[in-house]
T-cell receptor, first 114, second 112 residues
């Protein structure tokens, strides 16, 4: 089955800890994206990657970091510099960033700071 | 900066009724997407609208795009309880590739 997987489904973080959220896709898509969703709100773009070994900041990149060493994988690290990280995190992919393409979403990771 | 506004943000309707959700956006674009999100779940793609006058229908939902008015509508016909969800529109601009800007979402509740 082709699709996007995210792990873990639920994640708890203590103050001052860095945590990494996994996102993997087997759709052979070039572009991948990370969004944050707060309760009752829309999605805000954190980072996106158009191609392997390249990524750009989105609208709310502060306190987050990413890497894109493989086409299939786009992990997101939530650092201790992110002051309010409790949220629902969604990873998405599309065929290419350079033309219109609908984005397909993974199941999400719900991060809670204890 | 591209801004996307949806209205209403909350919609409670009875089964069997019709209603329309509106999505306005601030800059020129001819690519608009509608997504559905069930509580606690991810987003599911509903419609992709890629040109002025585009109309797409799936079951009781119909989406349209008017690029001159910078407006898309999602029309619900004879609502059923299974349509209860949050609906998002998202817009991208040709200059930004497929980077999407999302509206705040419309939370739809269909009551028996």
């Amino acid at each position: 089955d082709g699709g996007i997987t995210q792990s873990p489904k639920y994640l708890f973080r203590k103050e001052g800890q860095n945590v990494t959220l996994s996102c993997e896709q087997n759709l052979n898509h070039d572009a991948m994206y990370w969004y944050r969703q707060d309760p009752g709100q829309g999605l805000r773009l954190i980072y996106y990657s158009q191609i392997v070994n390249d990524f750009q900041k989105g609208d709310i990149a502060e306190g987050y970091s990413v890497s894109r060493e493989k086409k299939e994988s786009f992990p997101l690290t939530v650092t201790s510099a992110q002051k309010n990280p409790t949220a629902f995190y969604l990873c998405a992919s599309s065929i290419s960033h350079y033309s219109y393409n609908e984005q397909f979403f993974g199941p999400g990771t719900r991060l809670t700071v204890l | 900066e591209l801004k996307v506004e949806q209205n209403p943000l909350f919609l409670s309707m009875q089964e069997g009724k019709n209603y329309t959700i509106y999505c306005n956006y601030s800059t020129t674009s001819d690519r608009l997407y509608w997504y559905r999100q069930d509580p606690g779940k991810s987003l599911e793609s509903l419609f992709v609208l890629l040109s002025n006058g585009a109309v797409k229908q799936e079951g009781r939902l119909m989406a349209s795009l008017d690029t001159k008015a910078r407006l898309s509508t999602l029309h619900i016909t004879a609502a059923v309880h299974d349509l209860s969800a949050t609906y998002f529109c998202a817009v991208d601009m040709k200059t930004s590739g497929s980077r999407l800007t999302f509206g705040e979402g419309t939370q739809l509740t269909v009551n028996p």
